[in-house]
């Protein structure tokens, strides 16, 4: 085998483990029921760096405890609703308020509780059970489209060059064997 050969087997089969690792990491939890997010910010830095995604599963909102954490959206009130959307944190404190359950959460990176509190509308709740360090990064580059286009339209372009080098390869040996059949023909034709 050629160096280059060997060069392009190997980025191909790089790029190709890279793809099912991707792929097993947003398919496999998603087929188990888990919903990945991507921390984007350093307030569980130690548990969950930013560029982490955490795997999710919903679970009935009575049974989350004080040290579990969840991810959800802030009250429409807190500044956090508007500039993050959603939120990944550990639940600090659960009181019962005129028979609701009261939440308040804390980034483990945070010196201070989160400044609002919060009450759970839905039967289930998305609760932390998982998490792959730094995928985050490639899943966050892979929603910019410029991004998404060089990293599928490389691989394609190289698979139409690769078959149309191949089909040219395959008509030069066919135009090949036929002349040379045709010149085995003359000659024996010739020799008679």
């Not at 995928?135 to 190289?158: E, N």
Request: glycine fraction near 8%.
């Amino acid at each position: 085998m050629t160096p280059l050969k060997a060069m392009r087997t190997a980025a191909l089969a790089l790029a190709a483990a890279v793809c099912v690792a991707l792929g097993a990491v947003t398919l496999a939890p998603a087929a188990l029921g888990l919903d990945h997010y991507v921390i984007v910010s350093g307030s569980m830095t130690g548990t969950y760096d930013r560029g982490s995604v955490v795997f999710d599963e919903q679970v009935p909102s009575y049974a989350l405890r004080t040290g579990d954490v969840i991810t959800y959206r802030p009250p429409t009130s807190s500044p956090a609703a508007h500039a993050t959307g959603l939120v990944t944190h550990r639940i600090y404190s659960i009181e019962r308020v005129d028979g609701h359950s009261v939440f308040r959460t804390k980034g483990d990176a945070n010196q201070a509780p989160d400044p609002w509190t919060f009450t759970l509308d839905q039967p289930t709740q998305a609760k932390v059970v998982g998490a792959v360090p730094y995928v985050g990064y490639v899943l966050a580059a892979l929603a910019i489209r410029w991004v998404r286009m060089i990293v599928i339209g490389i691989p394609a372009l190289f698979i139409a060059l690769s078959v149309l080098i191949g089909m040219a390869r395959e008509a030069r040996e066919e135009r090949y064997a036929g002349e040379a059949a045709w010149s085995t023909a003359v000659e024996d034709g010739a020799m008679r």
